[in-house]
């Protein structure tokens, strides 16, 4: 059975630094683009960051760049994301996800991804 497990959420003031992670297990993701979405209260999840198979390329939404950076690391099955200067507009729920045809490249869209992980959140206090 497949399973993707954030963790590093929090509560953390403006200005500040989190690094979440996502640990992937029953089965290898070392061949599969990956990424990141959040959902704040009330509104859609939306995307984040993506990151290609071999990590080599990322992509970020405009609301998180400069500020957000995904990487991984395939020998431990696991993805990350560090993000500085938060802002409150940050506080949401973050998830990861995980593509499940081999070797594509930098996915926006949610319907790309077919395993998701169950959250973690992350609040942002000003």
């Known amino acids: 059975q497949v399973q993707l497990v954030e963790s590093g959420g929090g509560l953390v003031q403006a200005g500040g630094s989190l690094r979440l992670s996502c640990v992937a297990s029953?089965?290898?993701?070392?061949?599969?683009?990956m990424g990141w979405f959040r959902q704040a209260p009330g509104k859609e999840r939306e995307f984040v960051a993506a990151?290609?198979?071999?990590?080599?390329?990322?992509y970020y939404a405009d609301s998180v760049k400069g500020r957000f950076t995904a990487s991984r690391d395939n020998a431990k099955n696991a993805l990350y994301l560090q993000m500085n200067s938060l802002k409150p507009e940050d506080t949401a729920v973050y998830y990861c996800a995980a593509d499940k045809v081999p070797y594509r490249g930098i996915l926006t869209r949610q319907i790309s991804y077919d395993y998701w992980g169950q959250g973690t959140q992350v609040t942002v206090s000003s």
């Open positions: 029953g089965r290898t993701f070392s061949s599969y683009a």
């Open positions: 990151i290609t198979w071999s990590g080599t390329s990322t």
